[in-house]
């Protein structure tokens, strides 16, 4: 494989830009993956070249040959971030090293090339830079990042392909709990499991996330938001849900949290919250959780607060967790105290409402 030179992306503006006018009444309320800004950043690669050819260029369609290997064998990973406005009106994005190095670690799982990780950071500073107006300015608020990988060759065989290409796209974000953060109810998916010993639960793919989509239905018609799914191996330990990691309190305020075991992915939210509790001098235990423990725990008072954890809902409070033949929780549980705290200092970090001791967040404007 060519060893690749330093990239640098060249710049195309769109001539048919999104109004101010347009643009505010989007921003006013946005949602989450509706609407899309004026640009996006493209990477090529072939295995004879290497990366090249980094541009940011107009938003708009892919041409993809019907016979392109994303399509027939599913080779693709995808990644998810956020840039945030602060107060001075100055945009910060969260974490993108982290993001850049799973983004290589799923490109090996899923037999891609790596992007390297300058390339990764040059490509989202090159596109929030281009559409900095798109970064709203409202609490809660952000613009959702997504860089994608897909192999992109003219072949219809199973091998990994010899061209693939990189994009970014961004979209404007409103505020997740736009009414206030509720807690919601999970369901415990007996039937169906999202990854297993050796497969690609540990890479951020598409197949992962198609794969829950029935056991959510499953779940939404139980009454509850998110499923939750145990191991293949036994089917009696915790893993993640749907698409978001899970956290357990204890009554003497420590955390468990199902260990990475490969199947499970490894969030950035996920570990930021690990290393915030760490830093309040709480413990974090990291292992296999069993669903009984959990059933017993809630049911003693020795498990007070569960909650899951993403980049797009950062913390979602987690009331009641219930299956075929048991609830564990309430209902009408309100969001835990420690809970709300994480949350508060994760995000104030994000928001520039609090120092940043660990160095997250890197400054794009």
Not at 104 to 132: C, G
Not at 266 to 291: F, N, P
Not at 335 to 357: C, W
């Amino acid at each position: 494989m060519t060893v690749n030179a330093p990239l640098e992306f060249k710049v195309c503006s769109s001539n048919q830009r999104t109004t101010a006018k347009d643009r505010e009444a989007i921003l006013a309320n946005p949602g989450f993956g509706v609407h899309f800004t004026d640009h996006m950043a493209s990477v090529d690669w072939t295995a004879d070249t290497g990366w090249h050819n980094a541009r940011i260029e107009p938003y708009g369609p892919l041409m993809l040959d019907p016979a392109s290997s994303v399509l027939h064998y599913a080779q693709e990973i995808f990644e998810g971030l956020k840039a945030y406005r602060h107060a001075d009106g100055s945009v910060w994005v969260f974490r993108p090293q982290a993001n850049a190095a799973r983004m290589q670690r799923s490109a090996e799982r899923l037999a891609l090339p790596p992007l390297p990780e300058a390339a990764f950071l040059d490509s989202i500073k090159a596109l929030v830079q281009a559409d900095k107006d798109w970064v709203p300015s409202a609490p809660e608020t952000s613009l959702y990042l997504r860089p994608f990988t897909i192999a992109n060759e003219r072949f219809l065989g199973v091998r990994p392909a010899q061209k693939a290409a990189y994009y970014v796209i961004a979209s404007p974000a409103g505020a997740y709990f736009p009414k206030g953060v509720a807690p919601v109810s999970i369901w415990v998916s007996e039937h169906y499991t999202r990854a297993a010993r050796g497969g690609t639960g540990a890479a951020k793919c598409g197949g992962n996330y198609s794969a829950s989509l029935l056991p959510q239905q499953e779940a939404q018609k139980e009454g509850c938001s998110q499923v939750l799914f145990l191991d293949a191996l036994e089917a009696k330990y915790l893993e993640e849900l749907g698409g978001m990691n899970l956290f357990l309190v204890r009554q003497d305020g420590s955390l468990l949290t199902p260990s990475l075991t490969g199947s499970i992915l490894e969030g950035v939210t996920r570990a930021s919250l690990i290393e915030l509790a760490k830093d309040q001098g709480r413990s974090v235990e990291e292992r296999k959780i069993t669903l009984q423990e959990v059933q017993a725990g809630m049911a003693s008072g020795e498990i007070t607060e569960a909650f899951a954890c993403g980049t797009a809902a950062v913390i979602t409070p987690i009331c009641a967790i219930k299956g075929r033949d048991f609830i564990a929780g309430h209902d009408d549980a309100p969001a835990g105290e420690l809970t709300m705290q994480l949350r508060k200092a994760l995000t104030d970090i994000q928001y520039g409402r609090a120092p940043d001791p660990h160095g997250w967040m890197m400054q794009i404007d």
